[in-house]
């Protein structure tokens, strides 16, 4: 059983194929969502469900970010100094790039819950293969 995983695997989500590979994304994207989510069993039944609305969830925040960096100068102009922008900007920067690379992480673990999950068959296992 190979433990390879693709650039941009979370570190704290076990490979797939591993025992431990469901529990760990489990409770990693349980980090990603807001807290509320975790009162819904369904979504602690049903990883790959939990993935899809972390995967919304992030992509949001993604495309937020994205609005906040372009508007930033022209809503703040007036109420903050020229080094102030530029601090905003370089914090929508850096957030971004990392919202960018967790969806990016989210969809590799997601891509890899599909590969386990088949309704009505909980034996059906298809292997996890990357795209590279």
């Not at 704290?12 to 990603?32: I, S």
């Not at 790959?48 to 992030?58: G, N, S």
């Not at 020229?82 to 914090?91: R, S, W």
Request: charged share 25%; no cysteine.
């Amino acid at each position: 059983m190979s433990t390879y995983v693709p650039p941009g695997w979370p570190s704290q989500v076990h490979p797939p194929g591993t025992e431990r590979f469901e529990d760990t994304a489990l409770a990693w994207l349980l980090e990603l969502v807001p807290p509320e989510y975790r009162r819904y069993g369904v979504l602690r039944r049903y990883p790959i469900a939990l993935a899809r609305m972390a995967r919304h969830h992030v992509n949001s925040s993604v495309e937020a970010a994205r609005e906040g960096f372009r508007t930033a100068r022209v809503d703040l102009g007036d109420l903050v100094p020229p080094h102030g922008i530029e601090a905003v900007l370089d914090t929508y920067r850096r957030e971004g790039g990392r919202l960018v690379a967790l969806l990016q992480g989210i969809e590799l673990v997601e891509t890899a819950l599909r590969g386990l999950a088949r309704p009505d068959d909980p034996d059906y296992r298809r292997p996890f293969t990357p795209k590279l």
